[in-house]
């Protein structure tokens, strides 16, 4: 006892009668709102406001569809000045992403790194709506040049900082692994540019697109890594054996 249960609300049963009535809605998004809305409720939120602004904008389709598809109503005429909110907040989070985006096409982002710019998250309030400092495009920088100075602003909360590390920062979280569940690194330091954004499997970098010369050992095809560049198309195995031949020759 003395535990929430995590549902306060059955949100299940809810999705199995409308399953049994052939209602369609998305249920991701539903959950994902619910899980934070509990966590709001029990006063831990693990969810900055940025990031439940966010889950607001996602849910209005939602609400909308519903609304109009299943209920065959107008949303406007359910839910009154609440609706006129949401369509708002909707509409502003819509248009600011767009902006933010078109912002960032003149800040020459590595293109393998656009998604990851996607991802990128204000350290702040955790809003995804981040811009490019317009000190930065006045100065004509680039992202993947100038990433020492180039900053973001949050258009929620104004908070400003690198747009690297948060960019790396998310390109890192999608690639964190745990050594005792057997996770290997798939992510690491770039030879060629040295930014922490060289895939291991890839073999590629998605800041600065440097490939490596030797993908696989002549001898045993197996996969080469950066490491293992000097040793001119061997693995570290066959390299040392071909020394040791060497030597004894
Ligand atoms: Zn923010
Ligand atoms: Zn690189
Ligand atoms: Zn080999």
Redesign the pocket.
């Known amino acids: 006892m003395g535990k929430f249960k995590p549902t306060t609300i059955d949100v299940g049963t809810i999705q199995k009668r409308f399953e049994a009535f052939e209602i369609d809605v998305d249920w991701d998004v539903i959950e994902k709102l619910q899980a934070c809305r509990n966590h709001l409720e029990h006063l831990h939120p693990a969810h900055t406001l940025?990031e439940v602004a966010e889950f607001v904008a996602e849910l209005f389709p939602v609400l909308r569809d519903f609304i109009q598809t299943e209920l065959g109503e107008s949303p406007a005429a359910i839910l009154g000045d609440a609706w006129q909110l949401m369509l708002l907040h909707h509409n502003f989070f819509v248009d600011t992403t767009k902006r933010c985006e078109e912002a960032w096409s003149e800040a020459y982002v590595p293109e393998g790194m656009e998604p990851w710019l996607k991802e990128s998250k204000?350290?702040?309030?955790?809003?995804t709506?981040l811009a490019p400092a317009q000190e930065n495009l006045d100065a004509g920088d680039s992202v993947e040049r100038n990433d020492d100075r180039f900053k973001a602003t949050?258009i929620?909360?104004?908070?400003t900082d690198l747009v690297a590390p948060l960019m790396v920062g998310a390109l890192e979280n999608a690639h964190s692994y745990d050594p005792r569940d057997g996770g290997e690194a798939s992510l690491e330091g770039c030879n060629q540019c040295g930014r922490g954004a060289f895939l291991i499997y890839e073999q590629s970098c998605l800041w600065c697109a440097a490939e490596l010369e030797y993908t696989e050992c002549e001898m045993c095809e197996e996969r080469l890594g950066q490491e293992d560049q000097d040793n001119g198309g061997l693995c570290s195995y066959h390299a040392h054996s071909y020394e040791k031949f060497m030597r004894e020759d």
């Not at 204000?122 to 809003?127: I, M, T, V, W, Y």
């Not at 929620?156 to 908070?159: D, L, Q």
Request: aromatic content about 8%.
């Open positions: 940025g204000c350290p702040e309030c955790g809003s709506l949050c929620a909360c104004g908070y």
